[in-house]
């Protein structure tokens, strides 16, 4: 089936770089963009960027311009979410979220969503 | 940057009530608009896209309408697995922006 399998929890001390891994399966990898998008506790939902797996383009919320790195590996079909310069405001649940396109409507939304890493930060 | 405003923030009804949440964006955004449900402690779940559209298996109680910038999801008889927080989700393609509204918790009076 298809799915999304992200990598486990992480703890972090302020000003180090944290690296979460989202190994797709169940469809091609190369044909549906991927999304990260964190939710801080009892926060709501933040979206902070985009990866094309087939050419490897991004696009980054402003927000994180700078600090956020998005790869992917054809391969193993991972992406992976890297952040930098780590401070306690971004402790959160890091989500992967695959981007369905619908064709009839022209709409988009996020169809498929891996299981969340929590990432804390602190000293 | 469209912002994106749910109201109300929270809500609290009876099993049976018909329920309605609001989504306005701060300017026209076609129907470029989906709706999330997130149940306590869980992962979201797509309902609905294109601003109308039931994703595949969503119960019909739920539904979705409005064009432009304003924007509502109902839920014609809420039941008590309803109980969630409900967002809604803008798309832009230029620049990419796919901005989530701050959420509805629903609760179950």
């Known amino acids: 089936q298809v799915q999304l399998v992200q990598s486990g929890a992480e703890v972090k001390k302020p000003g180090a770089s944290v690296k979460v891994s989202c190994k797709a399966s169940?469809?091609?990898?190369?044909?549906?963009?991927m999304h990260w998008v964190r939710q801080a506790p009892g926060q709501g939902l933040e979206w902070m960027g985009i990866?094309?797996?087939?050419?490897?383009?991004?696009s980054y919320a402003q927000k994180f311009q700078g600090r956020v790195t998005m790869t992917r590996d054809t391969s193993t079909s991972t992406v992976y979410m890297e952040l930098s310069s780590l401070r306690s405001e971004d402790t959160a649940v890091y989500y992967c979220?695959?981007?369905?396109?619908?064709?009839?409507?022209?709409?988009?939304?996020?169809?498929?969503w891996g299981q969340g890493t929590m990432v804390t930060v602190s000293s | 940057d469209i912002q994106m405003t749910q109201s109300p923030s929270s809500l609290s009804a009876s099993v049976g009530d018909r329920v309605t949440i609001t989504c306005r964006a701060s300017?026209?955004?076609?129907?470029?608009l989906a709706w999330y449900q997130q149940k306590p402690g869980k992962v979201p779940k797509l309902l609905i896209y294109?601003?109308?559209t039931l994703q595949s298996g969503v119960p019909s109680r739920f539904s979705g309408s409005g064009s432009g910038t304003d924007f509502t999801l109902t839920i014609s008889s809420l039941q008590p697995e309803d109980v969630a927080t409900y967002y809604c989700?803008?798309?832009?393609?230029?620049?990419?922006?796919?901005?989530f509204g701050q959420g509805t918790k629903l609760e179950i009076k």
């Open positions: 979220a695959r981007e369905a396109y619908y064709d009839s409507s022209g709409g988009v939304a996020f169809d498929i």
């Open positions: 169940g469809y091609t990898f190369t044909s549906y963009y």
């Open positions: 990866i094309n797996p087939s050419g490897g383009s991004t």
């Open positions: 300017q026209g955004i076609s129907n470029y």
């Open positions: 294109a601003a109308s």
């Open positions: 989700q803008k798309y832009n393609s230029a620049p990419r922006e796919y901005t």
